[in-house]
Each structure stands twice: as C-alpha cells, then as structure tokens.
C-alpha cells in the first residue's frame, strides 16, 4: 500500500540545472499537488491538476512547469534552478474534496 | 480569496497539560476544514476534518476539534499531551464548489513538550 511516492528523496543541484521531480500514486485519485515547504512559511502551492489532463498555477508557479503524464503520475520540472528554490517539495493527491495524501517529500539544495 | 491564520508560531506545554492550537480562517462560506500533523523529516499525516454537520469532531491519537461558525476559528485541543505529540501542527481550507480543488494551509504551530 505504496499511497504517494516521490522520487528523489535529496537532491543537490547547481544553479542553473534542471531536474525533474517524480509523484505517483496509486489511490486512484483524480487530483494531484505539488507544495513547496520553506521556514515560517508554512505549505505554498506550486501547481496542480484538478483532473488528467489538466494542470492549473497555485500561489507560487513562477520558475516551475508541470505534467500530468496519466492519472497516476505529475511530474514537477525546474528548468533552471536558482537558490530560492531550495526547499521540501510534497506531493500530494486526493479524490474530489477528500483530504490530501501526502508523499514523504524531497528535500532540494540549489548552490 | 480563502486564507488561514494560525496565530501562534510556537507552543510549549508540559506532558499530561492540556493543549489548544489556534486557527482562524477567512472563506465566503462553510469550508472544509483539516488538521495535518508532520513530524521531523516526514509528510503531512491527517488529524481530523470538518466537512458538514457536528461541530465537534474527533480525530486520531487523541485530537479533537470544533468549528466556530461566528468566530471563523477551528481551533485543535486535546486534553492530555504526550511527548509523542512533539510536531508541528497545519491547519488547512479548502473550498467546497466548483472546479477549485485548492486547499490553503496556514504557516504552522510548533508543538514543544517538556517532560
């Protein structure tokens, strides 16, 4: 009973680079997140998809692109990282207005 | 806009006092409501919701909350803490209509509990 899984758990990135950040989840859920978590500032939503094939920008999108590739999976992309992004990324997923399921989150330092 | 304010960024209780966690929200109408606990280094686990009728609502380990209509609040208590508790403490609204699926978390309360 896998529920959200985010891959990679760390990762260390010069400024610059890209990378892409991995969620899936098997809770057949319609709805997924990603969340960006920083000191003091409590969870800032980055993008999400209320439904596959859709994608939508939070509070935060700017630097950041997105892919709903199926129901299953939402992949979040920096194509060229900088410093203000070191941060804890979540992802997260729900069905309609359920609660949210969270993953264990990746935890991203841009030099 | 819906927002939500968690007034206290830090609490300290001793093992076995009572605790009470601040939130207070700002939607047009009735939302859902969430508690989520996270402990160090790990994800956000679900305490409780509110989606419609008893205001009071239970939760895991322990936890209970009550919606405050007239006072915007939706504050989390439990009567005796355990060292176990030690966490930091998100209180979320989410909207009931349309094609928003966005929930809105508030900034965290830091739980401390002395032995």
């Known amino acids: 009973n896998a529920g959200v899984t985010q891959t990679p758990k760390f990762q260390v990135l010069k400024t610059g680079q890209s990378m892409t950040l991995q969620c899936a989840q098997d809770?057949?859920?319609?709805?997924m997140y990603w969340y960006r978590q920083d000191p003091g500032m409590g969870l800032r939503l980055i993008y999400y998809?209320?439904?596959?094939?859709?994608?939508d920008k939070g509070e935060v999108p700017n630097g950041y692109n997105v892919s709903r590739l199926n129901k299953r999976e939402f992949s979040l992309r920096l194509e060229s990282a900088a410093p203000s992004q070191t941060s804890v990324y979540f992802c997260a997923s729900r069905l309609l207005n359920s609660p949210l399921h969270f993953g264990n989150g990746t935890r991203l330092t841009v030099t | 806009a819906q927002s939500v304010t968690q007034p206290d960024i830090h609490i300290t209780v001793s093992e076995g006092a009572s605790l009470e966690l601040r939130c207070n929200y700002s939607?047009?109408?009735?939302?859902?409501l969430f508690w989520y606990v996270q402990s160090p280094g790990q994800g956000l686990q679900l305490l409780l919701k509110?989606?419609?009728?008893?205001?009071l609502v239970q939760g895991i380990k322990g936890f209970e909350a009550e919606f405050k209509r007239s006072q915007s609040s939706f504050n989390l208590r439990k009567p005796s803490v355990h060292w176990s508790d030690a966490a930091e403490y998100f209180c979320?609204?989410?909207?009931?209509?349309?094609?928003?699926?966005?929930?809105?978390f508030g900034k965290g309360t830091l739980l401390t509990v002395n032995p």
């Open positions: 509110y989606f419609s009728g008893d205001t």
């Open positions: 979320a609204v989410g909207d009931r209509g349309g094609s928003n699926y966005k929930l809105t």
């Open positions: 809770m057949n859920h319609n709805s």
């Open positions: 998809s209320a439904s596959e094939g859709t994608t």
């Open positions: 939607y047009g109408a009735t939302p859902y």
